[in-house]
Nanobody, 116 residues
């Protein structure tokens, strides 16, 4: 019943910024640990960031200092603010929700392309 829909992807120049959104439905959003992952063609899916129900955050070393994950429980939405984007950030970005039961749910992804 949990459904996640990502949005906000697109084409951006190196050094630019982009803000991704993930809207959740069919779940008590506030109790979910939310995460962002990404996958480039030919590569394995890579964890990017997570934020717990209590607001604890963590980031992959590759994005630390450049990306910020946040959540708005009133809107059932999690965000990923991406700054100082690099070509190697190009990937499909996926939203993930982990329920207290440890079940995970995935969105369909949104394409982020960093290119001049």
């Amino acid at each position: 019943q949990v459904q996640l829909v990502e949005s906000g992807g697109g084409l951006v120049q190196p050094g630019g910024s982009l803000r991704l959104s993930c809207a959740a439905s069919g779940t008590a959003f506030s109790i979910n640990t939310m995460g962002w992952y990404r996958q480039a063609p030919g590569k394995e899916r890579e964890w990017v960031a997570f934020i717990s129900s209590g607001g604890i955050t963590n980031y992959a070393d590759s994005v630390k200092g450049r990306f910020t994950i946040s959540r708005d429980n009133a809107k059932n939405t999690v965000y990923l603010q991406m700054n100082s984007l690099r070509p190697e950030d190009t990937a499909v970005y996926y939203c993930n929700a982990r329920r207290p039961s440890l079940e995970r749910y995935w969105g369909q992804g949104t394409q982020v392309t960093v290119s001049s």
